[in-house]
């Protein structure tokens, strides 16, 4: 096989770089590509980038979900303050009523 054109060069040089595949010279301008066997590193590379995009996506879960429960614990407390306001208004006016009538 002859590799002669841009693409095949790329291709090329993006499976040596990639580490799945090396390049062995053969007689001539021909090139051969070989599987090269899984090594440990390629594994804890998997290992490491799992890790991290899992920790990655459970703090923004965990930041959410504390989000989520703040602004309903906010919104619960604004019901009650409103509660005990309006409470207080019909104390008030049950107040000046009972004043008038007497």
């Excluded at 002669?4 to 580490?19: F, P, Q, V």
């Excluded at 899992?54 to 409103?82: H, I, K, M, N, P």
Aim: glycine share 4%; proline share 1%.
């Amino acid at each position: 096989m002859l590799y002669n054109t841009y693409a095949d060069s790329c291709t090329m040089i993006a499976w040596h770089l990639r580490g799945s595949k090396t390049i062995q010279k053969q007689s001539g301008n021909e090139k051969k590509y070989q599987d090269t066997p899984k090594t440990k590193w390629n594994k804890g590379f998997i290992a490491a980038y799992l890790l991290v995009a899992t920790a990655a996506v459970t703090t923004l879960l965990a930041g959410l979900l504390v989000f989520v429960a703040s602004s309903q614990r906010r919104s619960s407390d604004e019901v009650l303050c409103q509660q005990a306001l309006q409470l207080a208004e019909t104390g008030i006016y049950f107040y000046k009523w009972y004043l008038a009538k007497i």
